[in-house]
């Protein structure tokens, strides 16, 4: 039979999925009902390793033609969606809480996820801006460069292969004063800038290694260390007062 298919439904318990590229682990349980050409769900319940809550709804569709198509829509509520070390993701990584609604969409070999967001209490992100320096850009960009083609025509292949697949993410985020946010410029020197405070950003995100990040944010406290070829080291607080940003040496 080269097309089953497959009606009925199963209780799911203790059932677990971990996104490696955003290091988190879901946990879920529900009903899972299955019918012609569809896998679907109608109100799963997951939890965060924590065990924050979320409810998803969706499934897996079939087209008769070797080709399975993901979608799922979720609202979480300070839900933990990012656990990452530096050794990790080297252009951002730490831990981010949110709350909003998510959707994951399109065939497993190319996967898009766009998310509306409010950042929670515990959100800690890091920017390491150290590879600015390495290749001597005079600009800080927050756009990486995209995969280089390389000379050789076997390598260019599987560029080309992981170019047409992978994961886009599309990340809408309304920061709040309860995220941390932290712009490393040198933190072999420490000349890192640490805040607070409410923004709109854009996060544009895929495996292949592109990364862009568009908005306005406005500080509302925090610190700023500044160094110079080790000579010089001064730290400054920056605080909001009276609607007017206040940089006070330290």
Not at 68 to 97: C, E, H, P, Q
């Amino acid at each position: 039979m080269r097309h089953p298919i497959m009606k009925g439904a199963i209780d799911v318990k203790k059932g677990t999925l971990f996104f490696d590229y955003l290091k988190t682990t879901l946990n879920f349980e529900d009903k899972i009902s299955f019918d012609t050409d569809e896998i679907i769900t109608k109100n799963l319940r997951v939890t965060d390793e924590e065990g924050n809550k979320a409810s998803l709804k969706g499934g897996v569709f079939y087209d008769g033609d070797k080709t399975f198509t993901l979608s799922l829509d979720a609202n979480m509520n300070r839900f933990k969606i990012l656990n990452t070390l530096k050794k990790d993701n080297d252009v951002y990584y730490g831990t981010a809480y949110a709350t909003g609604r998510f959707s994951i969409a399109g065939p497993f070999s190319a996967l898009t996820i766009d998310a509306d967001l409010r950042t929670d209490r515990g959100t800690r992100l890091f920017i390491p801006l150290d590879k600015a320096q390495e290749v001597e850009q005079n600009e800080i960009e927050f756009v990486s460069e995209s995969i280089r083609k390389d000379s050789t025509d076997s390598q260019k292949g599987k560029k080309e292969e992981v170019a047409d697949g992978g994961i886009k993410m599309n990340f809408n985020f309304n920061f709040t004063p309860d995220a941390y946010g932290e712009v490393q410029f040198d933190k072999q020197t420490g000349d890192i800038m640490r805040v607070y405070g409410n923004g709109l950003i854009n996060l544009k995100i895929d495996t292949k290694g592109d990364f862009s990040m568009t908005g306005d944010y406005e500080i509302d406290r925090g610190d700023y260390t500044f160094t110079f070829q080790n000579v010089l080291n001064k730290k400054f607080n920056i605080q909001r007062k009276q609607d007017q940003l206040v940089w006070e040496s330290v």
